[in-house]
Nanobody, 120 residues
C-alpha cells in the first residue's frame, strides 16, 4: 500500500523559499513517476511538477517553471520540491502524488498535504 507524507510547508513572505519533502513508502521513487500538485481555495487543482520513473526527465507547470525544482533521494525514498521566489499566488495545499501511467497521466495516490502560505 502506497503511503505519502508531506512536510515542510509554512508561512513565508513573497520572495522567500521553502523546501517540501514527501516521505514515500509502499513503492520506490526510482521506479515510479511521482510528483507534486496543489490545491488553492476556489481554484482548480494544479499539477505542478513530476519526476519520471526513469529519472531522466522532470516536468513543470508554466506557473512554477524557473522557480521550483523537483528532486528525489533514492536512498531515503523521499521526494522534494524546492520552491524559490514564492509569490502570493503560490498559496495552496501541496500534495505529493503518484502517477502510475507516467507524468502525463492522472495521479492516483496522494498524501494529506502540507499548507504553504505566501504573504505579500
Amino acid at each position: 500500500q502506497v503511503h505519502l507524507v508531506e512536510s515542510g510547508g509554512g508561512s513565508v513572505q513573497a520572495g522567500g523559499s521553502l523546501r517540501l519533502s514527501c516521505a514515500v513508502s509502499g513503492i520506490t521513487v526510482d521506479y515510479h513517476a511521482i510528483g507534486w500538485l496543489r490545491q488553492a481555495p476556489g481554484k482548480e487543482r494544479e499539477e505542478i511538477s513530476c519526476f519520471s520513473s526513469s529519472g531522466r526527465s522532470t516536468h513543470y507547470a508554466d506557473s512554477v517553471k524557473g522557480r521550483f525544482t523537483i528532486s528525489r533521494d533514492v536512498e531515503k525514498n523521499t521526494l522534494y520540491l524546492q520552491m524559490n521566489d514564492l509569490k502570493p499566488e503560490d498559496t495552496a495545499v501541496y500534495y505529493c502524488a503518484t502517477y502510475p501511467r507516467g507524468c502525463k497521466g492522472r495521479h492516483t495516490d496522494r498524501g494529506q498535504g502540507t499548507q504553504v502560505t505566501v504573504s505579500s
